[in-house]
């Protein structure tokens, strides 16, 4: 079943809990945009209401109910940021009689923020323009020390955000974060001049470790703009010994740094370990033979079909 099969029921119970609030002032031509928005949301085309309803808002801003409409448009398309910015205009704008009309409206909302989460945004230097993204989409195009909040969808539930920072004076950046549902997370993207940095692209194997620089944390790695001159990277990972190496920077260079950790495992736990052990049958005695073998190797496929093991055959 498609993706968009699986949203359609979903997205026809909404279809018939919108609900097109009247403005308390319906004039022309915001009453004519409004009603076209209205109209493609009953045809279930969310996009067209979502630029309808931008057009009808940028001629009056202050209208709560567009700004409802529009939070459901933007619910439908699965852009939970967006719908929570809309309802909570309409919550500051709306009379309580508007308000009244809505049923539902907080334990929606407080649904919708489990599905976003906040980053705070800042920057070691003041830098405008700028583009910061996240999955290859702007989030924001300035950046300062100050910080500045965005608020942005959450793929699932404990997901980690990839964000990379790019501007034309600076090298770029990239931050991998734990984004936890609901919460706020501090990105802070420290800004070093091309003529005097370099990258370090940094890639772990198992995936996943977390990765220190001259001491300092740098998530999972990926890439990492540092001053040129040498530096100490760390690997870490449960289960896995500490990898360290040592590198050189180079100003305005790129340099690939993969890093292979080794499995801290107990040698009772490998998998030849087991296979290693002989068992020799000798009268009403049993014997056990260990053999522990030197350096691990890969299991190499064999020539027996799955489940047929030849085995000596005992007589007792």
Known sequence: MTRALRRLPMALALAAAFVALPAAADDDPVGELRRQGNDAMQRLNYSEAIELYGKALALAPNDA?????????????????AALRSFEAFTKLASPELRGKVQGLDVLVEDLKKRVVTLVLRCSAVVDPVRILLESRVIATSCSPVGAPVTVNLPRAGASLELKLEAERYAAAS?????PSGGTVDVTFDLLPKATSGILRIKTNPAGAEVWIDGGSYGNGGEVALQRGSHTVVA???????????????????KDVPITLQSSTPVTKKWWFWTALGVVVAGAATV????????EKDPTPGTVDPGIIPAPFFRF
Request: no cysteine; hydrophobic share 35%.
């Open 288 to 295: 056990t033979t260990v053999v522990i073998l030197n350096t």
């Open 236 to 254: 870490k990972r449960d289960q896995y010994e500490d990898a360290t190496v040592r590198v050189v920077v180079e100003a305005e260079q790129t």
């Open 175 to 179: 931050r991998r974060v734990a984004a």
């Open 65 to 81: 109910a567009l700004h409802y409409n529009l939070g459901r448009a933007y619910q439908a398309r699965e852009d939970y940021s």
